[in-house]
């Protein structure tokens, strides 16, 4: 195999581990720390924790980034928003987004 054979394979291995990750409705790792306030599919059972289901995506981005960045105070969320990445941000409010509300 010469080189440009083999970094075509390695590039084909990486499309395909990474192909999950693309899917709007795949549950983010990260939203196994929401589940204890927002429910498991965004559907807060306590009314003091707003539902994220079925919110709008550019919306629940930016409240994330907000509670993150410190532009939106509330010291419950502020702590889980502090250590995600602008990545993980997007992966969360497509999923909540994509979630019906119940
Ligand atoms: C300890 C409870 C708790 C946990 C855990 C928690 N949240 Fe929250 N979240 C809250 C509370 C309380 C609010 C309302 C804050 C306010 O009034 O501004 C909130 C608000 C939000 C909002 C804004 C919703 C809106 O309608 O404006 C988003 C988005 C959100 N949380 C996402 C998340 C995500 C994603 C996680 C996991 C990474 C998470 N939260 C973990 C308690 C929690």
Redesign the pocket.
Known sequence: MNLRTASAVVGLMTAFSFAPLTLAADKPA??Q??????GPNGNSLVP?????AG?HAA??EQ??KD?RDGH???A??EP??KG?TDEE?KA??EY?AAQSQS
Do not use: D, E, W
């Not at 720390?33 to 927002?38: A, E, F, L, W």
């Open positions: 990260k939203a720390t929401c589940v204890g306030c927002h003091t924790y707003p539902k994220l919110q919306y629940l409240s994330l509670f939106r105070k509330n419950t969320m889980f928003a995600l941000i969360l409010a909540y």
